[in-house]
């Protein structure tokens, strides 16, 4: 009776662990998997699940022509402004209509800043205060076209702006 109620114990004690055992794995595992996602975060912030749909969409909408331009580049009024404006620096847009609408707007408002409402609202590089602040150690000689980020930065096609040309990466 004794040695059977040992052996009982014994049995519990082993499921018990493999149980906690396979537990830790899967924390493990998505631990892991979290920092390979983080690893190709190229923007300024990371991306959670709940906006990634969001963000698939903006780049679809907006990475055909030129590359995908980060949304803190400027404030949350222009983004407001172009997504509404079939008529685009020369070009017309077909109109962007919901779902789409809705979730490019999630997404470019979730990661710019509303500007303070007496400020013009900026539609040209040239003219965003936030893209300024993002080049702290940038003075840009030549104008700054979505066809020049990819002189600074090599990886802008793939949406990341954290790489940057070596001598940029070297300068302190
Ligand atoms: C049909 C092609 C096309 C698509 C699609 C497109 N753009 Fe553009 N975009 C252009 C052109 C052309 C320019 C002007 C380039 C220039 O003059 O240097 C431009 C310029 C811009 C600029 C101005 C940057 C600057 O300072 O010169 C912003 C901001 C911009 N686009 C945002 C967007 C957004 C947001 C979307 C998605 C809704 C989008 N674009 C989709 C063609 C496109
Ligand atoms: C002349 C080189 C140069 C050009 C052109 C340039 N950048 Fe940059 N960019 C930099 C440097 C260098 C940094 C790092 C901040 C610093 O040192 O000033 C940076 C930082 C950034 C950041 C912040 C990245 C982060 O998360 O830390 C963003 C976003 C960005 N650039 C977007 C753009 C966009 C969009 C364009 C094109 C319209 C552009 N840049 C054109 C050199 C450049």
Known sequence: MQQRRVWVLALILMLWSGLA?????????????NLVAQAEVGTVDVVPQSLQLAQEVYLEQCSSCHVALPAETFPSQTWQQLLVDQNHYGVTLPRLINPELGLTWKYL?????????????????????????????VEFSEPVTVDTCASCHPAASQFNFRQLTPEWDDAP
């Open 109 to 137: 408002q979730a990661y710019s800043r509303p500007q303070s409402p007496d400020d013009q609202i900026p539609f040209r590089f040239r003219q965003s205060k936030t893209f300024r602040i993002l080049h702290p150690r």
């Open 21 to 33: 055992g396979w537990g830790l794995t899967q924390a493990q595992n998505a631990a892991a998997q």
